[in-house]
């Protein structure tokens, strides 16, 4: 079994940073992201991160301005969030699941992820 444990949310006024972190115990896992969530909305990818090559991949959305990381025991993944947009507001969700080569990376349905966090919110005020 594995449980994640999301913190770090909060509230922030636009062209702010966050930083959210997972605490991941249990059972190892190689294939980590985050996802997002918005009331009446699917939930959404935003990064992932394949911990065998440290390679990772994002949602157009966050280019540039998210960077998904993962602590040298591999414990713990983070979600440094910078010039942050009100359209970030989110209840953001943490991930985990084992795979084979990249094909982490390519993963971007809820499905495809069978351990999850209870989710940390995010408000971006203009």
């Known amino acids: 079994q594995v449980e994640l444990v999301e913190s770090g949310g909060g509230s922030v006024q636009a062209g702010g940073s966050l930083r959210l972190s997972c605490a991941r115990s249990?059972?190892?896992?190689?294939?980590m992201a985050w996802f997002r969530q918005t009331p009446g909305k699917a939930r959404e990818k935003v990064a992932n991160?394949?911990?065998?090559?440290?390679?990772?991949s994002y949602a157009d959305s966050v280019k540039g301005r998210f960077t998904i990381s993962q602590d040298n025991a591999e414990n713990t993944v983070y979600l440094q969030m910078t010039g942050l947009e009100p359209q970030d507001t989110a209840m953001y969700y943490c991930?985990?699941?084992?795979?084979?080569?990249?094909?982490?990376?390519?993963?971007?349905?809820?499905?495809?992820?069978?351990?999850w966090g209870q989710g940390t919110q995010v408000t971006v005020s203009s």
């Open positions: 991160f394949y911990s065998n090559k440290g390679t990772t």
């Open positions: 249990g059972y190892r896992t190689n294939c």
């Open positions: 991930a985990a699941t084992a795979t084979s080569g990249d094909y982490c990376l390519h993963l971007n349905s809820q499905a495809n992820f069978p351990y």
